[in-house]
């Protein structure tokens, strides 16, 4: 277990390289580099860590001729330790290459990552267990699944962390934006082949939270950088966001043994974009000052501040008139407890969950995000 520990940390420090655009081909190297990284934070006396750079950088050469002449050597079949934490493995090329393939093969999960899912963990049983003929409020029906349900949910909420950290406004001009964001669900993917149920279907919505990523950096990126956007990208980002309910949904039908019900997903997708919708005229100033992808910014941008609430109305008109033929198609049992949830939730959140309750409220749009932004920070303490 202390073991997996130090990979979590190790891992952790090479995300955030990641994020700041330090990252290499060599997966070896990578390690080196988080290992450094480590090292630098290390206590040592009073030194700072620029103090540390400073000291590397005035010394680097001569160190270099001294490893490079065979002065300094590691043990022919040990490694040299450096603190009681990071060890930096030499001639040991086994030991090297199995901690590395354990960091490429190994999905893991951070205790923050999970706080932060239990929102969503909880909302998903109560608004979605019915559809599979399950109580929310009976243990045995939650924690039969919950281990998976949560891991899962907890992996993905590790990786849209990360995706927010790609989403900073640039500093001096400069984005800080990595290369790439490449692959980020295979660990998952082969915990799920591991327990039998991947299946295509879920392979699929994984490809969907990717494609939803990279929208949210390409369009928040443009918005920064005041470039035009597609607003067929704003339009398939907005249908894309919720892809974590449709993977818990679609692994709980793998769990249960159960067939999909094509009818359920199509009313559960529409019901999960209208709620998107609400999330962010709730959200929109924070989005603005954040960077975040929010469908009403992004309608702004494309149709002007004028234009962007009628617009924005007329979309919402739409998906409404679809929820409301779907959910005609639920058995009458089913449209009631369903009702009953949207209830709970407005009572609960202050916001609309469904479009039969609340009203709608649109927020004033911000025409100049340059100048709001600026003006939150001189009023910021």
């Known amino acids: 277990m202390e073991g997996l520990e130090k990979l979590g940390q190790v891992q952790n420090t090479i995300n955030l390289l990641h994020s700041v655009g330090v990252s290499d081909a060599n997966p070896v190297a990578e390690r080196f580099l988080a290992d450094f990284t480590s090292l630098l934070m290390q206590k040592c006396g009073e030194l700072e860590v620029t103090s540390k750079c400073e000291l590397i950088s005035k010394h680097i050469s001569k160190i270099l001729d001294l490893c490079t002449g065979g002065a300094l050597q590691c043990g022919r079949k040990g490694c040299s330790s450096i ?10 090329k086994t030991n090297l290459d199995r901690v590395q393939k354990l960091h490429d093969n190994v999905a893991m999960v951070g205790v923050d990552a999970m706080i932060r899912s239990n929102s969503t963990l909880e909302d998903f049983c109560r608004s979605y267990f019915m559809f599979h003929k399950m109580e929310a409020n009976q243990p045995n029906s939650i924690f039969r699944y919950l281990p998976m349900l949560s891991f899962t949910e907890s992996y993905i ?11 900073q ?23 799920l082949e591991h327990h039998g149920i991947l299946t295509e279907r879920i392979i699929e919505e994984l490809r969907c939270g990717e494609e939803y990523w990279a929208l949210e950096r390409k369009l928040c990126c443009a918005l920064v950088s005041n470039d035009e956007i597609s607003i067929e990208d704003v339009i398939r980002a907005i249908h894309l966001k919720s892809f974590d309910y449709r993977m818990l949904n679609l692994l709980l039908y793998q769990l249960r043994g159960e067939k999909v019900n094509e009818l359920h997903m199509e009313f559960l997708s529409i019901s999960e974009l209208l709620v998107e919708i609400s999330d962010d005229l709730f959200d929109y100033e924070d989005d603005v000052l954040e960077n975040n992808f929010n469908v009403l910014r992004m309608f ?20 409404e008139e679809k929820y409301d033929q779907l959910l005609k198609s639920l058995d009458d049992e089913l449209s009631v407890m369903y009702r009953k949830r949207c209830e709970e939730a407005t009572k609960e959140g202050g916001k609309i969950y469904g479009p039969p309750l609340g009203t709608w409220h649109m927020p004033t749009v911000i025409a100049d995000e340059i100048g709001y932004r600026t003006n939150f920070s001189s009023k910021t303490p």
Request: hydrophobic letters at 40%; glycine letters at 4%; proline letters at 8%.
């Open 83 to 92: 603190g009681n934490d990071l060890q930096l493995y030499c001639d040991n």
């Open 157 to 167: 909420y590790q990786l849209d962390d990360l995706n927010e950290k790609l989403l």
């Open 169 to 191: 406004l640039p500093r001096d001009g400069v984005s800080i934006f990595p290369t790439e964001f490449k692959d980020p669900f295979r660990p998952l993917v082969s915990v």
């Open 300 to 319: 702004v941008k494309y149709y002007g501040a004028s234009s962007a609430p009628v617009m924005m109305a007329n979309f919402i008109t739409e998906a």
